[in-house]
Antibody
Framework: EVQLVESGGTLVQPGGSLRLSCAAS????????MTWVRQAPGKGLEWVAN????????YYVDSVRGRFTISRDNAEKSLYLQMNSLRAEDTAVYYC????????????????WGQGTLVTVSS | SVLTQPPSASGTPGQRVTISCSGG????????VNWYQHLPGTAPKLLIF???QRPSGVPERFSGSKSGTSASLAISGLQSEDEADYYC???????????FGGGTQLTVL
């Protein structure tokens, strides 16, 4: 069974840093593009970033580019999101998600999702 | 949002409802559209991929279509359990990233 479990969400001050983790099980991580999606309180889903199978290719939404870094450790079966210079508007539930199938191009058919981890940026 | 959805939709049990998603040439016009169902406090669920394909386990009541720079999700035989938020999504070649619509809150009256 495919499982994705996010962790690392907490309360952090503006300007601070945080690293989110997503533990993957039930499939071979290095076969799939992986994605982070977030949902701010009372708002809709927002795509944040994705990364290809070997980590050599990443894409980001403009609002986080230069502040957030997506990475992965296939041997550890984990996906990460390093978040720096955090702002109040980064407050959200962060989900990791897996592409439906293997592709060599960015695949945003997100067939599997974790339950999310809450990041709150506030003083 | 780059993709425009109506903020709300409603229907009575058994009815058919459609949710629209309007985009542009760099996103819907040049790629395929996915639809997600999201209940608050739960993980989003892939409902439709590649414009009109259903993952296994998704009832046939859900169908998707795309024409030009717009897409639609149709739900027939509406049920109370369909009450949720629905999002369209696709890749945007100009932004070099994926985009979601603003979401449509579906109410079953």
């Amino acid at each position: 069974e495919v499982q994705l479990v996010e962790s690392g969400g907490t309360l952090v001050q503006p300007g601070g840093s945080l690293r989110l983790s997503c533990a993957a099980s039930g499939f071979t991580l290095n076969n799939f593009w992986m994605t982070w999606v977030r949902q701010a309180p009372g708002k809709g889903l927002e795509w944040v970033a994705n990364i290809n199978q070997d980590g050599s290719e990443q894409y980001y939404v403009d609002s986080v580019r230069g502040r957030f870094t997506i990475s992965r450790d296939n041997a550890e079966k984990s996906l990460y999101l390093q978040m720096n210079s955090l702002r109040a508007e980064d407050t959200a539930v962060y989900y990791c998600a897996r592409a439906r199938i293997f592709t060599s191009w960015p695949n945003e058919e997100l067939a599997y999702w974790g339950q999310g981890t809450l990041v709150t940026v506030s003083s | 949002s780059v993709l425009t959805q109506p903020p709300s939709a409603s229907g009575t049990p058994g009815q058919r409802v459609t949710i629209s998603c309007s985009g542009g040439r760099s996103n819907i016009g040049s790629g395929t559209v996915n639809w997600y169902q999201h209940l608050p406090g739960t993980a989003p669920k892939l409902l439709i991929f590649s414009n009109d394909q259903r993952p296994s386990g998704v009832p046939e009541r859900f169908s998707g279509s795309k024409s030009g720079t717009s897409a639609s999700l149709a739900i027939s035989g509406l049920q109370s359990e369909d009450e949720a938020d629905y999002y369209c999504s696709t890749w945007d070649d100009s932004l070099k990233g994926a985009v979601f619509g603003g979401g449509t809150q579906l109410t079953v009256l």
